[in-house]
């Protein structure tokens, strides 16, 4: 199972910016997807996730400005990120609960897309 992120790049503040992420392999099914951040100089943290009945859960500090959804496919994850603030700029993360063909489940992540929110 692969996870290939993409869709970063460099905004000015205010701008929007909408990251995609592709979970392709043996995959049976996926529970959850999330994005997570690594700001420069820190540690990662987790941003936004949603679960296989499109429920969704925010970080506080992006709440009202980014949205995560799923392709029809389920395999797909999505952050339109709007009004975005220079402490946005980050490595994102995505990252997938997949359970593949043999029954296994386990977590995976993306290999991260930069964005830079910059004047």
């Known amino acids: 199972v692969q996870l290939q992120a993409s869709g970063g790049g460099s905004v000015q503040p205010g701008g929007s910016l909408r990251l995609s992420c592709v979970a392709s392999g043996s995959i049976y099914s996926i529970k959850h997807m999330g994005w997570y951040r690594q700001p420069p100089g820190k540690e990662r943290e987790w941003v936004a996730s949603i679960s296989s009945d499109d429920s969704t859960n925010y970080a506080d500090s992006v709440k009202g400005r980014f949205a995560i959804s799923r392709g029809d496919a389920k395999t797909t994850v999505y952050l339109q990120m709007n009004s975005l603030k220079p402490e946005d700029t980050a490595v994102y993360y995505c990252?997938?609960?997949?359970?593949?063909?043999?029954?296994?489940?386990?977590?995976?992540w993306g290999q991260g897309t930069q964005v830079t929110v910059s004047s």
């Open positions: 990252n997938a609960d997949v359970s593949d063909t043999t029954g296994r489940r386990q977590n995976y």
